[in-house]
């Protein structure tokens, strides 16, 4: 079984930047695939980023130049840099893992940008 724990939630004003961080178990990380998610309040989770266990990347259009994902499978780490944060983008953040055979979710950390 796969388990998450993201880091590096917070508070910061807008134009500020964040990493998150999300370390996973298991001996087979460089083959998931990894995604961030985000929920904001009274809506539904949404994919912000993907990237394949080859290290290819996929973004929402509202992130794509601000956010930037990336592993390290040597760390079994999948990290979210946030820059140029805005108040639209507070929200939990949720990592995901996925195979044909795994989906696993961490507990998520918050996010919130101020005006």
């Known amino acids: 079984q796969v388990q998450l724990v993201e880091s590096g939630g917070g508070l910061v004003q807008a134009g500020g930047s964040l990493r998150l961080s999300c370390a996973a178990s298991g001996r087979s990380f460089s083959t998931y695939t990894m995604n961030w998610y985000r929920q904001a309040p009274g809506k539904q989770r949404v994919l912000v980023a993907t990237?394949?266990?080859?290290?290819?990347?996929t973004y929402l259009d509202p992130v794509k130049g601000r956010f930037t994902i990336s592993r390290d499978n040597a760390k079994n780490t999948v990290y979210l840099q946030m820059n140029s944060l805005k108040p639209e983008d507070t929200a939990v953040y949720y990592c995901?893992?996925?195979?044909?055979?795994?989906?696993?979710w961490g507990q998520g950390t918050q996010v919130t940008v101020s005006s």
């Open positions: 995901n893992a996925r195979t044909p055979i795994i989906d696993a």
């Open positions: 990237i394949s266990s080859a290290g290819s990347s």
